[in-house]
């Protein structure tokens, strides 16, 4: 016999960016004990439930009882258990006792190998689990593993016992189909009342006649949408619809609309409005303030300019809703105008007179200020830019990475930190800064996240690889980089910010100058060969998995990062040209050839740097040194102006006399000389195998 079950836990409010965690973990748990336990039929859904005030799960053909289970025991050893005669030893009795059997049960006792020796087993058969015992444990196991962001400890009426958890819990419902399950959990036993809207119930409490009925139940005596998707796609509906009719358009913030979605249990959107007077202040100001601060939608012109209306999302639905609109508009004028006041204030002093401000604002406790960190940054941005683009490039860079930090000392950044850049961008073209300059000052924090967008400019490739690189090159100086899950100052998003911008804008660069460069922005002190051999390793790291990420394979990523090119820009074109060389029919037994190669080397004590012609004895030697002379300056010639896949595709043409010489040629003879001359060949051809990527890597 099946049923479907209902679990609710009703609280009170929930912290909202942790509800679809809680959500998802509460569900999964406990249908996943309750499977264990065998309670569930195969074709089983469960559906979770959680607005505010509950979580809950819908689980559909729930057994009433978990089929009983056959369970083997062994008891111990045949030649222990009976005698010769074949007897039942006082040890098998004493354990049959302790067991809760008599003698009867002999004659169900089975003989059978537990893999070392025979032994006795007793078959018997487990009775499955009541609905009632799996369902308190399942429950018991579901709360213990929900993700709670910060535990809440609370009394009981008793005033004696304490509950910890997330949030005061009030209600407890356990329904299959109508009947009640008896279960407890934080101090409550289940029964079937809950509670609706806090304002908007029909009825208190609500008494849920059955598991099926739930969510009918909730909607018309509750006034609540229970399910998190459903009411998710009800506030998105309404928000569209209002916009549509302002002929403005809403953009899906899925943040937020997953936060006001955990904020609500019956949503109503409202169109409002401000002044226009605060549309002169930057709209990223106003569209954080609305959104951070008070969970509103702001509303866009068709060419993409903030509007003065914006969209509210309620939780009641009132008759006039007057009340409710001006409420909300009252709320957010204050709000505004400090924005506004912020913004006016900041601009009557310019980014370059705040500067020596940032030498009393500290960056790091044993790297200075970040005074001192804007000096490194200008070093840094000057060097790039020479090297991108001359002086010009350089003096554009150097002033960017200057005024870059000056709006930490801003009112507006103070208050909204994550406006850092942003606001500065503005301050600049109100100072009268130039364009390239002013971008470079937003965009220099990007990629903020993964796929963010590089700078738009020069500039502000210039001024981003310095950040990243000064913020690299120094905490990796005083040994403050990432451990495990551990990351508290960003360093793999610098290193792959640092990685994307040579890699996607192909730049000339060397990352083991750009390194160099920036450990010369620190005093002498810092500078460690073994702490920057790590940073690399850091970057190839990172590089790697970046490398995964875009779907080339283990192998060939191997094959080219086992050469530390210091050109990451280059890093493209090398792959694909292994790639296309791996689908080459030379290229499997070249691959095993060069693995034997550089195993030969490895083993060698000593490898001459220069090949005597004049020292072959075998023709197979005599063709691969004449194969090498014509072959590899056309493939170096290719290999130095980046066409690398021509460079292996020339290469592979050495596949027959690398194969005549591994069949008909000894290298390790017992002639020092002639031994020294063949290996000296061997190294020339690794050398030119292994121009564009350790083909060896690719060996199976």
């Known amino acids: 016999m099946h049923r479907n079950l209902l679990v609710e836990l009703c609280v009170e409010e929930l912290p909202p960016k942790a509800l679809p965690r809680l959500s998802e973990a509460f569900a999964t748990t406990l249908a996943a004990r309750l499977r264990e336990a065998g309670l569930l039929e195969e074709a089983a859904v469960a559906t979770p439930y959680a607005s505010p005030r509950r979580l809950a799960v819908h689980l559909t053909e729930v057994r009433e009882r978990a089929p009983d289970r056959l369970l083997r025991q062994k008891l111990m050893p045949a030649a222990v258990a009976f005698d010769a005669a074949g007897k039942p030893t006082p040890a098998l009795l004493k354990k049959l006792s302790a067991l809760g059997y008599d003698e009867n049960v002999i004659e169900r006792l089975v003989r059978a190998s537990d893999g070392k020796t025979e032994a006795v087993f007793l078959d018997a058969v487990a009775p499955g689990a009541t609905l009632a015992a799996g369902l308190q444990q399942a429950l018991d196991a579901a709360l213990a593993a929900l993700p709670i962001p910060k535990v809440m400890s609370y009394q009981l009426q008793d005033g004696w016992s304490t509950v910890h958890f997330v949030r005061p819990a009030h209600r407890l419902v356990a329904l299959y189909g109508e009947e009640v399950v008896p279960v407890t959990a934080l101090g409550l036993t289940a029964g079937r009342e809950t509670l609706g809207h806090r304002f908007e119930a029909a009825v208190h409490p609500i008494v849920l006649q059955s598991a099926d009925r739930y969510v009918e139940q909730m909607q018309e005596e509750g006034a609540v949408i229970p399910s998190f998707a459903a009411r998710r796609a009800e506030i998105w509906r309404q928000l569209e619809a209002a916009a549509q009719r302002e002929g403005l358009v809403v953009e899906e913030d899925q943040a937020l609309l997953d936060e006001v979605t955990a904020l609500v249990e019956r949503p109503s959107v409202f169109v409002c409005a401000f002044e226009r007077e605060f549309l002169a202040v930057p709209p990223e100001c106003l569209i954080l303030t609305m959104k951070a601060n008070q969970k509103y939608f702001p509303l866009f012109e068709a060419d993409g300019r903030l509007s003065h209306k914006f969209l509210v999302v309620a939780n009641v639905r009132p008759r006039d809703a007057r009340a409710v609109i001006a409420g909300n508009e009252r709320v957010v004028r204050p709000r505004l105008a400090d924005a506004k006041f912020f913004f006016e204030q900041d601009r009557k002093k310019s980014l370059l007179d705040r500067i020596p401000q940032l030498s009393r604002v500290v960056y790091h406790s044993r790297l200075g200020s970040q005074g001192e960190r804007i000096e490194r940054l200008a070093q840094l941005a000057r060097f790039c830019g020479e090297r991108l683009g001359g002086k010009a490039l350089a003096s554009a860079a150097d002033r960017a990475a200057l005024l870059a930090k000056a709006d930490l000392a801003t009112e507006m950044v103070g208050e909204f930190p994550e406006l850092q850049g942003i606001m500065g961008r503005y301050y600049a073209l109100a100072d009268g800064e130039p364009a390239d300059v002013a971008d470079a000052i937003a965009d220099h924090y990007r990629p903020r996240f993964s796929g963010d967008e590089l700078p738009r400019n020069d500039v502000g490739i210039c001024v981003a690889l310095a950040d990243?690189?000064?913020?690299?090159?120094?905490?990796?100086?005083?040994?403050?980089?990432?451990?495990?899950?551990?990351?508290?100052?960003?360093?793999?998003?610098?290193?792959?910010?640092?990685?994307?911008?040579?890699?996607?804008?192909?730049?000339?660069?060397?990352?083991?100058?750009?390194?160099?460069?920036?450990?010369?922005?620190?005093?002498?002190?810092?500078?460690?060969?073994?702490?920057?051999?790590?940073?690399?390793?850091?970057?190839?790291?990172?590089?790697?998995?970046?490398?995964?990420?875009?779907?080339?394979?283990?192998?060939?990523?191997?094959?080219?990062?086992?050469?530390?090119?210091?050109?990451?820009?280059?890093?493209?074109?090398?792959?694909?040209?292994?790639?296309?060389?791996?689908?080459?029919?030379?290229?499997?037994?070249?691959?095993?050839?060069?693995?034997?190669?550089?195993n030969l080397l490895k083993k060698a004590e000593r490898v001459a740097d220069e090949v005597d012609p004049a020292a072959f004895l075998a023709p197979e030697e005599q063709a691969l040194y004449a194969a090498l002379q014509e072959i590899d300056p056309r493939a170096e010639a290719a290999c130095a102006q980046g066409r690398y896949a021509e460079a292996l595709q020339i290469l592979a043409a050495l596949k027959e006399p690398v194969d005549a010489f591994f069949e008909h040629v000894m290298v390790n003879v017992e002639d020092e000389r002639l031994r020294a001359n063949r290996l000296a060949l061997l190294a020339r051809l690794s050398a030119a195998m292994n121009r564009v990527a350790d083909i060896s890597r690719l060996s199976a």
Do not use: C
């Open 468 to 598: 990243k690189l000064e913020a690299l090159a120094g905490l990796f100086g005083i040994h403050e980089w990432p451990t495990g899950e551990k990351d508290p100052y960003a360093l793999r998003r610098h290193a792959l910010g640092v990685l994307r911008m040579l890699m996607e804008k192909s730049l000339p660069l060397s990352l083991d100058a750009l390194v160099d460069a920036a450990y010369a922005a620190f005093p002498p002190a810092m500078l460690d060969e073994a702490t920057k051999e790590r940073l690399l390793d850091f970057f190839f790291d990172r590089l790697a998995g970046l490398l995964r990420e875009q779907g080339y394979l283990a192998k060939e990523i191997d094959a080219v990062l086992a050469l530390r090119p210091m050109r990451i820009a280059e890093i493209p074109a090398r792959l694909a040209a292994v790639r296309r060389f791996s689908s080459l029919p030379e290229a499997t037994s070249l691959a095993a050839a060069n693995k034997r190669v550089g």
